[in-house]
Every structure is written in structure tokens, then in C-alpha cells.
């Protein structure tokens, strides 16, 4: 009686099996982890020694605040940069991007700035500020080794223009960065980032 | 003789149970039952659902944070027709459900318990494609006035952070953007100040919003780095199936 059940088990079970790889087939899915939606992941712990981290740290503000001012541009260098990508402001803005972002991804990022700003032809978005200023609201994670970093952190950017200050939308991100030894600073090597709130 | 009879009453036992199975598979929906598509009912759907600075919910639906798929899937199910799949891999299924659980406290509430596909942008995309829901597939340029969405297709963004493809919205129709600019984060662009205050337009949730550009969310990014990584697609729900 409990060797029929068995058996009868294994019927079953080898059914639910074909009919799910033959599915799988028809519709052409490949097995995997489901995605998520929202990026959004579990904060972390430190790991390091607590002057590395915090040095780590003060870098991540200097450098996202650093790479957000490269945008500071009126809709005429915008225009002028996607236009003639040789040119004094396009240079600025290629080196300003080279003490951010690790020197490979300096010049894609560079290069993708121009075609948009190509693209756009001075008829896109224009956002000019007086400063800026980013907020970590909470670290969830800073990790040291010896020539490379990683944190994860929730935070926005405050705007001030004309002594009226506002907040931009709160992210989280992963950022990992690379330390130039022969300069002797962090680069950012990768930017992964959810927001909190949908555009 | 006996050892054959007695083997072949094994073999008996196990094709009943996998008759069983096949029998439970059909039972259960592994095939969907046929639709057509309503886009305009999908829009009148979402027109009454999001509003811009009111929360406007279906109090029939959870609202579930990060309610943008969410929000699509009631639109083009409830509004538009589709119909709810429980297919065999649980990747193809795609329908909405709740179930109570107890919270930390011992107080009752209801949860979300229905299909992935239903609340996740990523999975939503990969159940319409592969159920072959999905028409067309069209990539604008995000930056420009666009008026090539039909009523009732679904924009898809990536926001550049290289995240993905992380927010769906409904395409309504086009026409003039509200007048109407989001209180938070300030100062985003007033709706009608874009492109020339006209294109297509869209209604989402989570930043609740009706009347709205296509594509807000390119015009209110600042980081140049950021923005020339975003991309959209628009997905077309095939009329029948």
C-alpha cells in the first residue's frame, strides 16, 4: 500500500516536472532568480579601520558633489559642448570628470555627455544652481580594502540658488570605488543607484 | 508472469499519477482563458485611479509602495480587459491576490500574495513577452516630443543609474499636459513647460500622476551622467489572445 503511494508519488511529481520544462520551452523562458522592481537593497556593515572609513566617506560626498556640479551648465554650453566636443568647455569638462570617475569610465561617460548634449541640441533640460550640496541621511555600509572601497547610502542633493535652498529626491546607492595610488585619491569605479520615489 | 503483472501495475499507478498531474495543471489555468484589449478602457481606468497631488487609489487594491506595476496591471486588467494567467511556471502567471497574515503585534492584515509579474516591472515585462502578449516594442528618444503611443500601451523606464528597467506607466493619449508641477523634489518643471506643453501623455503611481509627459522624469534630471543613460520602451499589448 505505501510502495503504491510512493510510485503514484513519483507519477505525479514527474508529470508537474515535464509539463513545466515543456511550458518553459514553448514560451522560450529561461529559469532564474525573479527579478524585483525596486533596486532597493539590505543595508550592510563597516569593514575597515574607522579613519579609512571615514575617508572613504568624505570622498563619496566630494566626488558625487564634484560630478553633479559638471552639470551645472546653461542650455548655450550644453549646446556648445555637443557641438565642437574639442572645445575649452568640453576639455573642462573632461578632465572634471577624470579626478571623479576611474579614467575608462571617465571618457565613456564623457563621451556619452556629448551625445546627448548632441542629441539635445540646446533644447533639453537646463538646471543651473548657485551650489550644491549633497546629504547622506543614512550609511548603510562602507567597506575598505586595501586599494578598493565600497559603500551603500541613502541620499539627495540640496540646491541653493539665489539663498533658497531645495532638495532633490532621495536615492540609494552603491558605489565602489578604486584608489589611484599614484595621485593618491579615490575614483569611482561603478554607480548603482534606486530611487525612492518613481520620477 | 507475476513479476511482469506486478511491474506493470507499478507502471499503472505511476501514469495515473501523471494523468493526475496533468489533469491538476489544466484544472488550474495552465493556459489563460482568451482576451481582447481595450486600451481606452485601460486609460479611463488609470484617469480615474491616479490624480495628481490627491491619492486617488482603488481601495480595492493594496497600494504597495512602489506601486507603479502594480497600478499598470490593475489598469490593463481591470480597465483594459487582459485577463489573469496562471500558467504552469510561476513566471507566467500574472494575477493579483491577498491573504491575511498576522503583523509584529498580533494584528490582522491583509498582505499582497498574488503573482511577481503583477508588482514588478521586470517581471511584468518578461510575462508579457513570453505569453506572447506583447506586440511591438518601440524605443523613443527620451529627450524629444513624442506622440506615437497608442492609448493603453505601457512605458517602461530605465532611469540610468543602472539599475534597469525599474517603472512602468500607462501611455493615455495625447494632448496637453496639465498644468501642474509636483510639490516634492522641488523644482521640478510644471508638466505644460515641456516640449512645447503637448505630446503624448501618461498616468502613473507611486509619484502619483495624470496628464503628465511621457517622459517627466528625463526632464526633471539634472545629472548629465545620468541622464544620457536613460532609455524607454514602449510595449504594445497584442488586440486578442
Not at chain 1, 510502495?3 to 518553459?24: C, D, N, P
Not at chain 1, 537593497?41 to 579601520?49: A, W
Not at chain 1, 567597506?143 to 540646491?159: C, E, I, L, P
Request: hydrophobic share 35%; proline share 3%; net charge negative.
Amino acid at each position: 500500500m505505501k510502495r503504491k503511494h510512493i510510485i503514484f508519488a513519483a507519477g505525479l511529481v514527474t508529470g508537474l516536472v515535464i509539463l513545466s520544462g515543456v511550458s518553459a520551452l514553448a514560451t522560450g523562458y529561461k529559469f532564474g532568480p525573479l527579478p524585483f522592481s525596486a533596486g532597493i537593497s539590505q543595508p550592510g556593515e563597516d569593514s575597515g579601520s574607522e579613519s579609512k572609513i571615514e575617508e572613504v566617506k568624505r570622498s563619496i560626498v566630494d566626488l558625487l558633489q564634484k560630478n553633479m556640479e559638471l552639470s551645472n551648465l546653461t542650455k548655450n554650453e550644453q549646446q556648445s559642448i555637443g557641438l565642437d566636443p574639442e572645445n575649452e568647455l568640453a576639455i573642462s569638462l573632461q578632465n572634471g570628470l577624470r579626478s571623479v570617475w576611474v579614467e575608462s569610465l571617465a571618457d565613456k561617460t564623457f563621451d556619452e555627455i556629448v551625445t546627448l548634449y548632441k542629441n539635445e541640441n540646446g533644447q533639453g533640460p537646463e538646471f543651473t544652481w548657485d551650489s550644491v550640496q549633497l546629504e547622506v541621511t543614512d550609511w548603510q555600509g562602507v567597506v575598505v580594502s586595501k586599494g578598493s572601497a565600497s559603500a551603500r547610502f541613502v541620499s539627495h542633493f540640496v540646491y541653493t540658488s539665489n539663498g533658497r535652498s531645495a532638495p532633490d529626491q532621495e536615492t540609494q546607492w552603491e558605489v565602489n570605488l578604486t584608489r589611484n595610488s599614484t595621485a593618491g585619491v579615490w575614483l569611482i569605479a561603478s554607480r548603482k543607484g534606486a530611487d525612492l520615489e518613481d520620477h | 508472469m507475476k513479476i511482469i503483472s506486478s511491474a506493470f501495475r507499478r507502471l499503472l499507478v505511476f501514469a495515473f499519477g501523471f494523468i493526475i498531474a496533468c489533469g491538476l495543471v489544466a484544472a488550474t489555468g495552465g493556459s489563460a482563458s482568451a482576451y481582447s484589449y481595450d486600451g481606452l478602457g485601460a486609460v479611463h481606468y488609470a484617469h480615474l485611479y491616479a490624480c495628481n497631488g490627491v491619492d486617488c487609489h482603488n481601495s480595492q487594491y493594496l497600494y504597495l509602495g512602489s506601486d507603479c506595476a502594480n497600478f499598470v496591471s490593475q489598469s490593463i486588467h481591470d480597465g483594459g480587459g487582459l485577463t489573469y494567467m496562471r500558467g504552469v511556471s510561476s513566471v507566467l502567471d500574472w494575477y493579483y491576490d491577498t491573504t491575511t497574515a498576522l503583523d509584529r503585534t498580533g494584528y490582522s492584515q491583509n498582505v499582497y500574495s498574488g503573482s511577481q509579474s503583477w508588482v514588478s516591472v521586470s517581471a511584468l515585462y518578461d510575462q508579457l513577452r513570453f505569453t506572447s502578449r506583447l506586440s511591438s516594442i518601440a524605443n523613443p528618444t527620451m529627450s524629444l516630443k513624442y506622440s506615437g503611443a497608442n492609448s493603453g500601451d505601457i512605458y517602461m523606464y530605465d532611469w540610468g543609474k543602472d539599475e534597469g528597467f525599474s517603472h512602468v506607466a500607462l501611455a493615455t493619449d495625447n494632448g496637453s499636459f496639465a498644468n501642474y508641477q509636483d510639490p516634492f523634489p522641488s523644482p521640478l518643471p510644471n508638466y505644460s513647460s515641456i516640449t512645447g506643453g503637448s505630446g503624448s501623455r501618461m498616468a502613473q503611481h507611486t509619484n502619483d500622476r495624470d496628464w503628465a509627459p511621457w517622459n517627466y522624469g528625463y526632464w526633471g534630471e539634472r545629472d548629465a551622467s545620468i541622464r544620457s543613460k536613460m532609455r524607454t520602451k514602449i510595449l504594445r499589448i497584442a488586440p486578442a489572445g
